[in-house]
């Protein structure tokens, strides 16, 4: 992460990659479905995980892993302790707030963790974007960013059958 992020308020994204592989490796309409709620449950079991793992593990009043299906969170941060928001889930991306980019760094790591040793054949990207006081460009950036490095960075692939090991990229992906 940059380190000018280390201390501000940021909109991270996370994206489940290759969705579609993983849901539509079968062609039963219940199992597509079924696969769709499993990433949704996996992505708040990784975030679940990564609130308490972390070097100072956060008290359920510092985070808010709730969300509407219907809509995002607004408005945010009401809560002064409040430290993580879950903005928005949907489609195998998670949009979250935190309230400084060195927490955000440190749950992204535990929640990338996460997949690693539970799944090993989802993989993430993650976009990180300085929050500011306008939306629409926040969100227009993450997705842009978001982009860029999905573009840039390779997917991780089994590496073995049933080994849970994986070939993944070296590097800073945010």
């Not at 440190?106 to 939306?135: G, M, N, P, Q, W």
């Not at 960013?145 to 999905?150: G, P």
């Not at 991780?156 to 945010?174: K, L």
Request: glycine content about 6%; aromatic content about 10%; proline content about 3%.
């Amino acid at each position: 992460m940059e380190a000018r992020l280390k201390d501000k308020e940021v909109f991270c994204l996370i994206d489940t990659r290759q969705i579609q592989k993983f849901i539509f490796h079968a062609n039963d309409f219940e199992a597509v479905i079924g696969a769709s709620v499993f990433l949704k449950e996996v992505m708040m079991d990784a975030l679940r995980y990564a609130v308490g793992h972390i070097d100072e593990p956060l008290t359920e009043e510092e985070y808010d892993l709730s969300y509407s299906d219907t809509e995002g969170r607004i408005p945010w941060f009401i809560d002064p302790k409040i430290k993580i928001q879950l903005i928005m889930y949907a489609a195998g991306n998670a949009m979250i707030l935190f309230r400084t980019g060195e927490l955000c760094e440190k749950i992204i790591h535990k929640v990338s963790r996460y997949h690693l040793d539970h799944c090993y054949c989802i993989d993430l990207a993650v976009s990180v974007f300085e929050k500011t006081d306008v939306f629409a460009d926040d969100l227009n950036a993450l997705y842009r960013r978001m982009d860029r490095i999905k573009t840039d960075f390779p997917t991780a692939h089994p590496r073995g059958e049933g080994t849970g090991r994986t070939n993944v990229p070296r590097g800073n992906a945010y």
